[in-house]
């Protein structure tokens, strides 16, 4: 089995694991990646490679939660990891595009990484807050058209009230 795969049933499965057990994985596992993109966010530019082992070796992870890790970064990655078919031995980077990690943080909300204080020496206050209002807007609908009710004149311009002509059911 894949290492994402081994991953994900431990993290996700809630019908087979203790709620009380992931739980608190997940709280280990929070702590330990914010250290991580504490140390990584030191030198932004540096693209750290290596292979899952020698990563989860480098900055004092278990397999499994580097294997978290790279799944929760890859998406902000210049170059995307093989996350769905990595095993202990697969070459993998961490180089990150800092304005989509940023970004994909606050999408995430996940407020202990995008509040760090090492994004200060990255971006100004005002580069960060325009960050925050891109990356919270980009997933919200808006509707160019007003909602049109029924007794309002109907939009195809036939005239007609919009109950009677397009709002048939």
């Not at 499994?64 to 995307?80: R, W």
């Not at 961490?94 to 990255?122: C, H, Q, T």
Request: net charge negative; aromatic share 10%.
């Amino acid at each position: 089995m894949a290492l994402l795969d081994t991953w994900r049933s431990m993290a996700y499965d809630t019908k087979n694991n203790d709620r009380v057990k992931m739980q608190q994985m997940w709280n280990d596992y929070f702590k330990e990646e914010k250290r991580v993109y504490q140390e990584l966010l030191k030198n932004p530019d540096e693209v750290v490679k290596g292979t899952v082992k020698e990563l989860a070796e480098k900055y004092n992870l278990s397999i499994m939660y580097m294997t978290a890790f790279l799944d929760g970064i890859n998406e902000s990655l210049v170059e995307a990891n093989p996350i769905e078919t990595m095993e202990e031995d697969t070459e993998v980077n961490l180089g990150f595009d800092k304005e989509m990690l940023y970004k994909n943080m606050v999408d995430a909300r996940a407020d202990w990484l995008y509040n760090l204080p090492e994004w200060e020496s990255i971006f100004d206050r005002e580069k960060r807050d325009a960050l925050y209002k891109e990356a919270r807007t980009a997933n919200t609908i808006k509707h160019d058209q007003p909602k049109v009710y029924p007794n309002d004149p109907c939009p195809c311009g036939s005239g007609k009230k919009y109950k009677k002509c397009c709002g048939r059911a």
